[in-house]
């Protein structure tokens, strides 16, 4: 289905990024879409419009789906062995490998499909839920209603989903997107009358939009000079004093933000522990929907703020309540996990125990994109950040260039030291959200990288001071590749 998580959201869901952020760099939106925050139909019409113009539909096989790789072709201690990536640092190795596919269709038949090159754009926001769990006796097991994820809510479809939830006590566990659109939902069709309940484990940072107080908030955080404010990764001496000297401004600019959106959180004791600084960098942060805080206020949604749960009989134990909170239908509003997805599709033990790396480690991508240890294989979209179609468009254009032969991979090496540098970054600033693997805050540091292993110019405006203070977006990268150069890395 064209779209992915887009072609299956609520009715009420909308982007949570500014338009002008969300889009591909060579395909602007369409004039008579106006919103700073596009709806889910938008969307879906915006990409439709894009896979059409640049015949993307014809490549596509609707209705099949992946269902394990294998590597043929050299041996696993070879490939454990080796200093360059594939052998040879260059896409399509020596040529003695190969990946086979297992690919099945709609009635479950499997046929084996044969590629030098694979690229995985599976996403982290779909495919395998993140199901809480529970000790026996205390789980969805000994609860007389409804226990569905939000995965499942949203593919019913909004006339099936809202007619299940007509009428009924509904519990939504979680406080973030999929969690606020679905309670939203849920006090449009029931109103005061059954009041959908929130449990909320872990408090975010709600927010309107992204100005602050009436400062544009992305000047803080997506241009060159937001990132002399940071640590970044392989920064050398001097840029390093630079954001160590400069860290009292950023502190200064955040907590100023934070004085702007918690005045509605202080009333429903819901401002976060965690500073808004790391909730950014960690993209964990959401827009709030329309008439959140109304609807608090009249009682359509309440929230039960708990760091556990379990389930009876009669609905969700929560903390600090003697009695549960009565249910029919619990929704579980909690994520996905997005490492599994890109672990699930290897058959091989060997590339299940590299592909996505430890708890304790970020998933080993070098520039977000590439494996050390997994030959002829890239992976699109699992990095976040604000906006992940710029930030895969962008990706996809430096990838694109390494197929092509325009430059060779470091080492082994060379590539798993810059991935622990990143990782080194991820966790001094996102916390224990890390295995999100957020590029947030550094995303135009970022896309330099990647513009100088193209050969293209990574200063992308019009003069010094253009350079380090304007925003950068996606039409910044337009005929990105017309000037490159090729070269070795």
Known sequence: ??????????????????????????????????????????????????????????????????????????????????????????AFGSGAGEWRLSVADADGHVETHKADFVVLCIGMFSGVPDIPTFPAGKGPEVFDG???????????????????????????VGYMKSALDIAAECAEVNGTAHPCTMVVR??????????????????????????????????GLLLSILATLLTPLRWAFYKLAESYYSIPMKKHGMVPDHSLFQALAAVTISITPKDHYKRLEEGSIMLKKSKTFSLCKEGVLVEGEPSPVKSDVVIFGTGFKGDEKIKDMFTSEYFRNVAIGSESTTVPLYRECINPKIPQLAVIGYSDTLSNMYASDIRAKWLARFLDGSFRLPNVTAMQKDVLE????????????????SIMILNTWYNDQLCRDMGCNRRRKKGFFSELFEVYVPGDYANLLSNSKSKEH
């Not at 879409?33 to 539909?57: C, I, K, M, N």
């Not at 099936?160 to 006590?169: C, E, Q, S, V």
């Open 1 to 90: 289905m064209l779209g992915g998580v887009w072609a299956r959201a609520l009715a009420c869901t909308k982007l949570q990024t500014p338009r002008s952020m969300y889009q591909y760099s060579d395909f602007p939106w369409p004039e008579s879409v106006t919103e700073e925050f596009p709806s889910h139909r938008q969307v879906v019409a915006y990409l439709d419009a894009y896979a059409r113009h640049f015949g993307v539909l014809g490549c596509v096989r609707f209705g099949h789906r992946v269902v394990g790789m294998e590597y043929h072709g050299v041996g696993e201690q070879t490939m454990a062995a080796w200093e360059e990536w594939a052998g040879n640092g260059q």
């Open 146 to 172: 409804q226990v569905i994820h939000s995965m499942d809510y949203a593919k019913m479809g909004t006339s099936k989903a809202k007619d299940m939830i007509r009428g009924k006590r509904v519990t939504v």
């Open 202 to 235: 872990t408090k975010h940072w709600i927010v309107p939009d992204y100005s602050v107080w009436g400062i544009n908030g992305k000047n803080f955080i997506l241009n060159h000079f937001s990132e002399l404010l940071i640590h970044k990764p392989g920064e």
């Open 422 to 437: 990143w990782e080194k970054y991820m966790k001094r600033y996102c916390g224990r959200y890390f295995r999100r693997s």
